[in-house]
């Protein structure tokens, strides 16, 4: 079978939105606490909503863990608050900052 040369990207796109359908299944997102993210101590930053900041971020549903595609809404120095789209559902949680690699753009994560 042949590479699709119009959109080659495509089939990597879809095998991550598999993986975050099945992972899903396994249980809820996980999220930092609010011991871990100590808020009311430490500096919150919000990213604007235009241009949208993208990321590829490991997180878990239940006991799977998955990296996708996030969009970057806010960070501390330790923490990032991500949101995952999952079959149009838009989920949101922290994670740990070394669980995140800024993108350009989205598209860059299939490349």
Request: aromatic residues 8%.
């Given at each position: 079978m042949g590479a699709n040369r119009?959109?080659?990207?495509?089939?990597a796109q879809r095998a991550q939105e598999k993986a975050l359908r099945e992972a899903r299944t396994s249980g809820p997102l996980h999220t930092l606490t609010?011991?871990?993210?100590?808020l009311h101590s430490t500096v919150?930053?919000?990213a604007p909503e235009r241009?949208?900041?993208w990321g590829l971020a490991w997180v878990r549903f239940g006991d799977v863990d998955v990296?996708?595609?996030v969009r970057l809404r806010r960070w501390t120095s330790a923490a990032v608050g991500v949101e995952i789209d999952v079959d149009g559902d838009v989920l949101r949680c922290w994670v740990w900052r070394g669980a995140v690699d800024r993108l350009g753009a989205r598209e860059d994560?299939?490349?």
């Open positions: 119009r959109y080659p990207d495509l089939s609010d011991d871990q993210l100590r919150l930053s919000i241009p949208a900041l990296r996708c595609v994560a299939w490349r």
